[in-house]
């Protein structure tokens, strides 16, 4: 402990990276601060602790898309026998935002709780600004200043939704994922402008909360993950009642009498429609302004805002270190913040060598037929190694409850293996659960297991997660 700071490690942002900070910090008996303020949405919208996953992120989201998973198996439930299930009743907005607020409310009483309770963690409910490498400034709501002193300094501060810069008043004529599960009318006809994970996951969840829902796409589905599949999920959501308008961009958005008039040009034709809501989900840029980075000589990305911190997370300034979706070139999921966050206090007061690894790190997107992939995609491999130096081996399949309601559409999965030496470098699963299924095929491809040895695994049946271990037709 050095006792000319007040603190040993103080930490700007609690959310899945810096929570993580905090907590293994405290844990080896440091004397830790955290610096946590929620800058409220252009409409307004604000949220308590634990940052964007469990407020505006991953949890709000996921339970929106299992509510409309579990409104598909109404038609299930009737064909099944079960009565007094109407196939197509409709769906509540207000109740369904009440609920998910109930959970996200405890989510945050149990981080007070625990940050307020807990030795060793002061926690600041206040804006974090670096006076310089050792001191923060801290100020409240009311603009209040204090300053506090520490010998690491952490960034987390995460990122917000981006905003075109050449619509006017398109803060104020749209909304994002910051506002989207807390508002308080039904969202309506909807217009989604984006096509990646955000766009996608919500633009399914609101179909299959009975939506009329539209799709603006700029250019591909789903950039950087596997085309094919990207194109199946984009097919399966057509099915689904979700419709798409693909390679344009809106040009303008008005307001006509409390709706949103939008305007775009397709094959240099300008096309319009009416909208009851505008939802943006064009990426997240790095919340670092005002943050005094500058100043203190941390380096930024001038484009983005993004902090550039090296292998270990250090900044240009040797004290203080960047996690998270704040950082430059990192994949923006919680699981990789959290660990990133225990392997920076393991090297800072363990002696740990570890750094983070973002290679082969499992991810899901959930639209309505989920897609979990871990390694790479057919596209990337073929650059990498040649097509002529690959196995791609897929399989098309449909899960036994589809057919009670003959459901349409048709699930997929592709592995991707060196000829060389036979190991799988790539996992697609498009289906049910491809959260759950995916998860213990990251430890295959982290293991470098071959595909031999996946034909070796004996299958578990009757399920869909059989179909991966004897995928025999390539490509
Ligand atoms: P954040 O969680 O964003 O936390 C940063 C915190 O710092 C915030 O509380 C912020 O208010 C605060 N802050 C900012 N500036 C200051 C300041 N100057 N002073 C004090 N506090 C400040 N990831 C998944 O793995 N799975 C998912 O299913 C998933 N779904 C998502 C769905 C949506 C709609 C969105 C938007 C994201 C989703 N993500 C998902 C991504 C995931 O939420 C983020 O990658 C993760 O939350 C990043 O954590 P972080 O610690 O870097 O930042
Ligand atoms: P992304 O950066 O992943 O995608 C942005 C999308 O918006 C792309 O389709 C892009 O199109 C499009 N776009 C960009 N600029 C414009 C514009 N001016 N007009 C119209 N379209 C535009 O952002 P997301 O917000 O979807 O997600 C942010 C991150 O959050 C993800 O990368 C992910 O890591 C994380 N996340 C994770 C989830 C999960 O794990 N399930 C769920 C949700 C988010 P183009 O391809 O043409 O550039």
């Known amino acids: 402990m050095n006792p000319q700071f007040q603190y040993d490690i103080f930490v700007i942002g609690g959310g899945s990276g810096g929570l993580t900070v905090v907590d293994e910090a405290q844990k080896l ?5 955290l610096a946590d303020y929620i800058k409220p949405s252009p409409h307004g919208t604000q949220w308590g602790t634990g940052g964007t996953c469990p407020n505006v992120g991953c949890i709000p989201k996921k339970l929106m898309h299992m509510t409309a998973l579990i409104g598909e198996i109404r038609h299930e439930l009737t ?8 196939p197509h009743s409709k769906h509540n907005w207000n109740t369904l935002v009440n609920e998910v607020q109930r959970q996200v409310k405890g989510i945050n009483k149990g981080n ?6 807990t030795n060793g963690i002061t926690y600041y409910n206040k804006l974090g600004k670096l006076k310089d490498d050792h001191t923060i400034e801290l100020i409240d709501k009311d603009g209040q200043s204090e300053f506090v002193t520490a010998e690491y300094i952490v960034i987390a501060v995460g990122s917000r939704p981006s905003f075109p810069t ?28 984006g096509a990646s994970y955000v766009a996608l996951e919500c633009a399914g969840f609101l179909t299959g909360l009975g939506y009329d829902v539209t799709v603006m ?5 789903l950039r950087g993950f596997d085309q094919e599949i990207a194109e199946r999920i984009g097919e399966f959501m057509k099915i689904s009642g979700t419709k798409f308008i693909r ?3 809106p040009s303008s958005i008005e307001d006509v009498d409390g709706k949103r008039l939008v305007k775009w040009v397709l094959n240099g034709q300008e096309q319009t429609d009416v909208f009851d809501t505008v939802l943006l989900a064009i990426g997240r840029s790095a919340d670092t302004q005002n943050l005094g980075l500058e100043q203190v000589g941390v ?40 660990m990133c ?3 920076l206090i393991k090297r800072l007061y363990q002696n740990g060598n570890q750094i983070m690894e973002y290679s082969d790190v499992s991810t899901t997107v959930f639209t309505p037929l989920e897609y979990g992939c871990v390694g790479y995609s057919e596209e990337a491999a073929t650059k990498k190694f040649g097509k002529e130096n690959l196995k791609i081996f897929t399989s098309e399949f449909t899960p036994l409850f589809w057919n009670f309601a003959n459901r349409k559409g048709t699930c997929y999965s592709k592995l991707i293996v060196k000829k060389e030496d036979d190991v799988v470098i790539g996992f697609h699963y498009l289906g049910p659960d491809a959260a759950e299924v995916t998860q213990g095929f990251g430890v295959v491809i982290k293991l470098k297991a071959k595909k031999s040895d996946l034909d070796n695994v004996v299958g578990i049946h009757p399920s869909v997660a059989e179909e991966l271990v004897q995928m025999q037709t390539w490509k």
């Open 29 to 33: 008996g440091k004397r830790v601060g």
């Open 79 to 86: 064909a099944t026998g079960w009565q007094g299930v109407d």
């Open 112 to 117: 007070d709780d625990w940050l307020v309770t």
């Open 166 to 193: 050449d619509i006017p008043n398109v803060k104020q004529l749209t909304i994002t994922s910051d506002d989207l599960f807390s508002l308080k009318n039904a969202p309506g006809k909807t217009l989604v402008v």
């Open 217 to 221: 796409v700029r250019s591909i589905l």
């Open 247 to 249: 390679g344009t961009i």
């Open 299 to 338: 380096e930024t990305n001038k484009e983005s805002g993004k902090i550039i911190a090296n292998d270990a997370d250090s900044t240009s300034v040797s004290n203080i270190f960047a996690i998270g979706d704040c950082v430059q070139g990192r994949l923006e999921l919680t699981p990789t913040a959290i």
């Open 341 to 343: 966050g225990k392997r």
